[in-house]
């Protein structure tokens, strides 16, 4: 189901069968160069299927942007263990919402996303692992597996290759952290969701200790039309090293929330206007967070900006995960902060002390500077504790936490200030002898 | 304990999706569907799986501690999740939220004298560009107002 009206402005690579009859069913989707991809790719050697996500400029869409073909490149093919596929779908940062869409919408893209992962690097085995309130995705997901299954495109000896695939769900059960990488293979394999040291990475050791290729559900589903368009095409559509479209969930105070898929190195101004209507109500617009809310904010006259990763990384910020959140000129950036820093102090798991105690003391510090009762060296203390706990943690929760508030601070000091208690003449106490 | 047949096929099917020696990996799984059929982490849940993945009661326990879906205590029958995280708070949600407990004469995890209605404040549950929004038990509502709010715990209190 569609949520919002798709706009004239989309590219609709990895959205096209959005809204057809029956999108999430295998007889659609092959109607419409389902497999394509995987076919080719089943005709290829697995090399040359790295070569061509190289050529895609594909980046990963869970936050950090990391070129999806080198990722898989790492993965040691030789070796003798079983390697495996594991879907991020824990979508648990702040303002993203376009997984959920991608796997309701189109659930069989994902599943040839895999299996061309698999086939890229030798897995048979595969996992999406799915935040716990998706359940009804989870419903869709089984269903998609069970006809893929039915029609030779997982299992043993698929469409007579000899290639082996199975997937499987995994739900997990409400936890942030447990969209980390490592802290999601520990949840895979029924523990706390706590971060492992890295190195190694999951590319060499990861699920039951062995070689993983893991991605974002986006990342996935990207990779039908990389194989089947061609790698070039794809990055065609982006700018110089972001290739591709990528899904924004614009949400916030725009007349048009929603989620949009445009071509990366989109400008921001303009996906606000043209695509969001413009800011609500007429009124002017104050401040973005341009890709979740671990990322810093950027201010109305940052965001003149080309959405890709390197030119928000320029810009101040990061790209993140898509989730743009549109703030308006009446929106409380002490309020902002407190609630951002109120979420990660609930999601940090403490397993290390910087995270778990910084985020707790920015908590605190943050609610009494909101609440009139701070002190002027509280603006600074802030700065200073998040500066502190920035690359001082096991998992980049900490930094996630530290870097947005370090921007909320600098950038809108003078609320903070606004904040603080009115000097009250102090009484001098009568000396009762 | 037993459970329904129909969680005793999902189970069984589960624990065959890791690689041997690794059941383990079905535990955050049959915990979470276990729960949705029982209604809490009950001790005997806790028992009971402990015995089907040779993993110590106390190690479970560990685990539910740590994930937020996880829960030892019954909740009500609508368990309504009103996410107040950024998106939702732009449009609201801590508003809808102060309403609801209002509404409902309870607090943050609470549950009315007839076990009808609990209520949770969440963190984001995917849903912000169609905000604010809620899930009652899964079941998702988006563009949620104090309007649409009344005749859902109308309709929700017909059905029972
Ligand atoms: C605290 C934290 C939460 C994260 N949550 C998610 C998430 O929900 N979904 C996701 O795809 N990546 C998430 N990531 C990023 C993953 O660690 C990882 O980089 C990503 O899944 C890799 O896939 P990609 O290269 O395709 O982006 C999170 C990272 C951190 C530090
Ligand atoms: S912020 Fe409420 S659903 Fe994402």
């Known amino acids: 189901m569609l949520y919002n009206e798709p706009h004239p402005l989309e590219v609709r690579v990895l959205t096209r069968r959005f809204g057809l009859p029956n999108s999430q069913s295998i007889d659609t989707y092959l109607a419409t160069d389902g497999y394509v991809g995987f076919r080719k790719a089943l005709e290829m050697p697995p090399e040359r299927i790295i070569e061509e996500v190289k050529i895609s400029n594909l980046r990963g869409r869970g936050g950090a942007g990391f070129p999806a073909g080198l990722k898989w490149s790492f993965v040691p093919r030789e070796s003798p263990k079983p390697k495996y596929v594991v879907v991020n779908a824990d979508e648990g940062e702040p303002g993203t919402c376009k997984d959920r869409v991608l796997m309701e919408n189109d659930p069989h893209q994902l599943l040839e996303g895999m299996l061309i992962a698999a086939r890229a690097v030798g897995a048979e085995t595969g996992y999406i692992y799915i935040r716990g309130e998706y359940r009804y995705i989870i419903e869709i997901l089984d269903r998609a597996i069970e006809e893929a299954y039915a029609r030779g495109y997982l299992g043993r000896n698929i469409l007579g290759t000899g290639m082996n695939f199975d ?37 060499v050791s990861g699920a039951f200790g062995c070689p993983t290729v893991l991605n974002n559900v986006e990342t996935f589903c990207a990779v039908p039309a990389i194989l089947r368009d061609g790698g070039a095409a794809f990055a065609a559509l982006g700018t110089p090293r972001n290739g591709g479209t990528r899904l924004f969930a614009l949400s916030g105070h725009v007349n048009r929330p929603g989620v949009y898929e445009l071509p990366m190195g989109f400008n921001l101004l303009r996906m606000i206007e043209e695509v969001g209507g413009g800011i609500r109500g007429g009124r002017k617009l104050k401040a973005v967070i341009p890709g979740g809310t671990s990322c810093p904010i950027l201010k109305a006259e940052e965001c003149d900006v080309a959405m890709d990763f390197d030119s928000v990384a320029k810009a101040g910020s990061m790209l993140g995960s898509g989730g743009v959140i549109v703030m308006d000129e009446t929106t409380d950036m002490v309020k902002v902060a407190v609630r951002v820093m109120r979420f990660y102090q609930h999601e940090s798991c403490g397993w290390c002390v910087p995270c778990r105690e910084g985020t707790i003391w920015l908590r605190k510090i943050l609610e009494r500077l909101d609440a009139g009762r701070g002190q002027p060296s509280d603006i600074d203390l802030v700065a200073e504790i998040s500066r502190n706990m920035l690359g001082r943690t096991f998992c980049p929760l900490g930094d996630a936490a530290a870097m947005p508030t370090i921007s909320y601070v600098q950038k809108f000091r003078e609320e903070f200030e606004a904040r603080l208690p009115k000097k009250v003449a102090v009484e001098t106490p009568l000396v009762v002898v | 304990m037993t459970f329904s047949p129909e969680l005793e096929a999902k189970f069984a099917r589960l624990v065959t999706h890791y690689p041997p ?97 609990s209520l949770e404040e969440v963190e984001c549950i995917g849903a912000c560009s169609w905000a604010p929004a809620l899930q009652v038990n899964y079941d998702y509502h988006h563009w949620v107002t104090r309007e649409r709010l009344d005749r859902l715990i109308e309709d929700l209190r017909k059905v029972s």
Do not use: W
């Open chain 1, 167 to 203: 997937v499987y769900t995994h739900t997990g059960a409400g936890s942030y952290e447990c969209g980390e990488e490592s802290a999601l293979l520990e949840s895979l394999e029924g523990k706390r969701g706590q971060p492992r040291i890295r190195p190694p990475f999951p590319a």
């Open chain 2, 21 to 117: 020696g690794r059941e383990r990996a079905a535990l955050i799984p049959m915990l979470l569907f276990a729960q949705d059929e029982v209604g809490a982490i009950t001790p005997e849940v806790v028992q009971e799986i402990s015995r089907r993945l040779k993993v110590s009661p106390l190690e479970i326990e560990e685990v539910v501690s740590y994930y937020s879906m996880l829960h030892k205590e019954p909740r009500g029958r609508y368990h309504f999740q009103v996410c107040t995280n950024i998106s939702c708070m732009l449009l609201g949600g801590a508003e809808l939220f102060e309403y609801l407990k209002e509404k409902l004469g309870i607090d943050n995890h609470g549950v009315t004298p007839d076990g009808l209605f």
